[in-house]
Structure formats: C-alpha cells, structure tokens
C-alpha cells in the first residue's frame, strides 16, 4: 500500500506539547498529529518529552519540550506543540533519528550522523562543560545539529539516557557520553567502538542498557541490569556485551529496548519480553514481576506481530494487518484507549477517527492501518494508512 495517504497519530500526555496537536493537553484517545497532514511521513520517533518525524523527502520535524535545544533549534520557548523543521538539517536527507534523555541524533542517507541537544556527559560527542576562570560551565547544550563521529560510515544511531550508539555500515557498534548513571562507569566523551561485536545488523537502547542484533540472528546486550533487562539470568551490569541466550530454533527478525525493559521479534510473529516488569509492561497479563531472561509473550500469540516499541513503562506491538495492541502503565492515557487502566494484558487501541477527507464514496468504507509506531516516556505515535474496503479486494 502507498505511504502516500500515511497519517501520524499521538496519544497520551501532551504537558511538553510531545502530541503536536496545537495544545499541551493529555488524549486518552488516538488523535491525528494536523500539522503533518501536508507531509509524507515515514517515520516517527517518540521520546521521554518530546517527538520527531521523518519524511519520505528526508525533512526532519521536532515537537514538544525544548529547554536544552533538543528540538534542533535554539529555544525560545519551553515547549512547542506544533511540529517545524529542523532547518539546519534542511540540505541534507535524514533517512533515521533517535531521541535519548535529552539529546537526539539523526542520520543522513550519505551515513553522516549529527548530535544536538544535551552534552553535559559529551552525549553528542563533544567535549562536555569546560569551565571557564571563574569555575563555571562554559557550554552544555547544543541546540543546533553538528556533525559527530565524522570518520564513521553510520547505518543506524540510538540514543540512551545520556549516553549515544551507533551501527556503522560495516557492521560495528561505536559508543560514548554516560552509558550508566554517575558513579558506575566514567563517561566517553570520544565515541570507543564496543569490543567483541562484528557483523550486528540492529541496535536498540533502552535508558541505561544497550542490545545488538547480529546478522546470524544472534542477540548481545551489555550495560545497566538492575531489573534483568539485558536478559542473562541475573542483575549483574555488563560493561561488555554478553551473549543472550533464548530458545533454540528462533529466529530473531527485531529488537526493541525501553526504560528497564526489553523485546524481541521472531520471523513467526512471535514477541519474547524481559526485564523490568512493573506496571505490566511485559505484557504477562496479571504477573507483574521482573523477567531476568527472555520469554514468550503468550497473549500477543497467534496475532503475528511484525513490530514491537518499548516506553518508559509501557509498550505497544504492531500486528501485520496494521492493529495495535498497548499493555503496561495506564495514567496520562498512554495505552491509547479511553481508560486509564494500568494493565499486562494486551488490549487494542482504536482509531475511531474518520477517514481521510479526499477519498470518493466508495473509499471511505474501510479502517485505519498502522504502519509503525514508537512508544515514548509517556505518550506514544503512530502512523497509519487508510485502507478501504474496496482496495482490500484488490490485495
């Protein structure tokens, strides 16, 4: 199906102007994001206060909470609800983007990646605070996207709490600013490569811990382990990777890392969750506890996922034929379906929206198809196709 008709949807909290509604309020339900109805969106990103799109032309729009320059520009106010784009990166076609704590990196399709917001633990690559005579901090944020690790031939970037991590094109993962909250581990301003991983065709961080896809279909995960989120049977940090073990005979197709929680996708459609389990984010219906190694989410089975994203403490898992099941803390109207409910158990979310105004007669009769979607601190996005009942023949 074209992407041409795609619609970005938000739901959840909105006090950071993170929904791009125009307003900073809370939805319960899904709404659509208007001022992005012009573009061709083909990919979002959802953060802990803030949010980004990414067109099919390679714009780059930010909307929500702006003190440190995360939204690409300097702030002139705390927060903006309404979507713009990021105009220094206007000569260059972003083709992916990540948003950590407060710091954000975006990649180009020539595989140069650009850091801007937050630096006080070199999290975009730069010397962090240097003071001046007097003793204070000279420069901590940057708000305009430059350049970082200009040697590397980047693929895919992801962003931490305060720390950065990218995959390069030739299969290695790179690394810097403060992987683990102060005190654990010293932070790297000058990017490091991660030893011992070769061929990784995926990355995906969580807040404190980090998780590699190797294209042998191999899982590693090194970094915070608090709540067993790096999935080896104990709460034992890594500051090397480590082996994931999982059930033999899977095959690992995506991955995806949220606060204290982590996820991964079989090529059957089949989602594998651990970590911290609290407010039921894993998805084990009524047991709550924290899963110290992977294991199958029994109640997504049978509805063959083809994408799962992880929050701060929820998450929300894409079905094939485009519907979305939300499960994990309730309040602000996260889960996207009218209740405040915190739950384990998997539950859809409804776009009861109407169909795209230009469609003839004999289109609107149909229903909305998420395409993807990206869970945030706490709010989450989406974006959807309109799907008639008269194309759906046609398939």
Known sequence: MSTLNSTVFAWGSGEDGQLGIGNNEEKEWVCSVKALQSETVSSVVAGSRNSLAICQDGKLFTWGWNQ??????????????????????????????????????????????????????????EEPERKDDSGRAVRRDIVIPQRCVPKLSVRQVAAGGTHSVVLTHEGHVWTWGQPWPPGDIKQISTPMRVQGLEMVRLIAVGAFHNLALLQDGALWAWGNNEYGQLGTGDTQPRSQPIHVQLPSGLTLVDIAAGGWHSTALTDEGEVYAWGRGEHGRLGFGDDKSSKMVPQRVQLLVGEDIVQVSCGGTHSVALTRDGRMFSFGRGDHGRLGYGRKVTTGHPMEVPINLPPPRYLNDSSSEGRWCAKLVACGGRHTLAIATWQSDSSEQLV
């Open 68 to 125: 440190r320059g995360t939204l690409g520009h300097p702030p002139e106010t705390k927060t903006e609800n309404i979507p713009s784009q990021v105009k220094s990166l206007a000569s260059v076609k972003i083709v992916q983007a990540a948003i950590g704590g407060w710091h954000c990196l975006a990649v180009d399709d020539q595989g140069q990646a650009y850091a801007w917001g937050g630096n006080e633990y070199g999290q975009c690559g």
